[in-house]
């Protein structure tokens, strides 16, 4: 079997360069990162944008601002 994945180029219109900034269209990189399988007949895709650190929306997946709301909220 093959597997190809690619990375896709879009518009993010949730982007914000700061944490009290407006939400602004930029361009966007969204390419896989990590594949890995943990049942031989399941495959997991992780994948990144590549401004995700400097994108302060914490309600964006891929935004290191979001991972940081995740590390000051364990748990959740």
Do not use: F
Request: overall charge positive; proline content about 4%.
């Amino acid at each position: 079997m093959d597997i190809y994945v690619q990375a896709t180029v879009g518009i993010c219109s949730e982007y914000k360069s700061a944490p009290d900034a407006e939400k602004s269209e930029v361009s966007v990189v969204i390419a896989p990162l990590k594949v890995t399988s943990e049942v031989e007949s399941k495959l997991a895709i992780a994948n990144g944008c590549n401004l995700w650190r400097s994108c302060h929306n914490a309600g964006c997946w891929y935004s290191l601002a979001a991972r940081e709301m995740k590390k000051a909220r364990p748990g959740k």
